[in-house]
């Protein structure tokens, strides 16, 4: 990914926030010759213990064929796209001398899928996924399902885990404009009204010490 040098992101603790915090993700594979590359939108948990980088877990549905092209072992990317807005000139300090831009942070992941075969894995990779997102007291479980339910949907997915092999992160955030101009653009953010834009205004707060 190209990310002009104020804008680089390396700290891994800090992609890995984004990760945690932007955790719908596109996963993209490159195609064949004469092939188109193919995407798919999941859920996507990160283990940040296993791997030097982390581990991604996932699943899509069996019916997807997607998952067949994991089998050529092949490299695929996860994209995490976090916050993001446009940003007028008229928030700087000097609106005659810029033009309009977009604010953003993202983390591009690169790995080989493993498929995960073993029944039981499957069950395992599954339970922590819904323990991450039933965390709530009296929250779903698997174990509270008619009999058979659970299996018979696992045989319906392919779950598969990506061990991090890189990882690219960007988070345009004005860094490359003075204190007062980057103060300017968090009042614009916050007077659009718009709920994404006011996570943006929060970002760069903390993002550049403003």
């Known amino acids: 990914m190209y990310v002009p040098k104020p804008f680089v992101e390396t700290d891994p603790a800090v992609l890995h926030r984004l990760i945690e915090t932007h955790d719908f993700a596109l996963l993209v594979v490159s195609g064949g010759p ?25 699943h899509m549905a069996r019916a997807n064929p997607l998952w067949r ?12 796209q976090g916050a993001h807005g446009y940003v007028s000139p008229t928030w700087y300090q000097a609106p005659e001398a810029s033009v309009p831009t977009w604010n953003y942070e993202a983390v591009h992941a690169y790995g080989t899928p493993r498929l995960i075969e073993d029944m039981e894995a499957a069950r395992a990779q599954q339970a922590r996924l819904v323990a991450r997102y039933e965390s709530a007291p009296g929250g779903w479980r698997m174990d509270g399902t008619k009999e058979g339910l659970v ?5 319906g997915i392919a779950p598969f885990e990506i061990e991090i092999a890189r990882l690219e992160g960007v988070r345009k955030l004005n860094q490359n404009k003075t204190p007062a101009d980057r ?5 614009g953010l916050r007077a659009t009204g718009r709920p994404g ?10 993002a550049t010490d403003l």
């Open 197 to 206: 834009d006011a996570a943006l205004a929060d970002l760069m707060e903390e």
């Open 69 to 80: 092209r994991f089998e050529s072992g092949g490299e695929v990317l996860v994209v995490f």
């Open 34 to 58: 004469g092939e188109a590359p193919e995407a798919v939108h999941l859920p996507v948990v990160l283990d940040p213990a296993r791997g030097p980088r982390g581990t991604l877990e996932s």
């Open 151 to 155: 299996d018979g949907l696992l045989r």
């Open 183 to 187: 103060r300017g653009v968090v009042a």
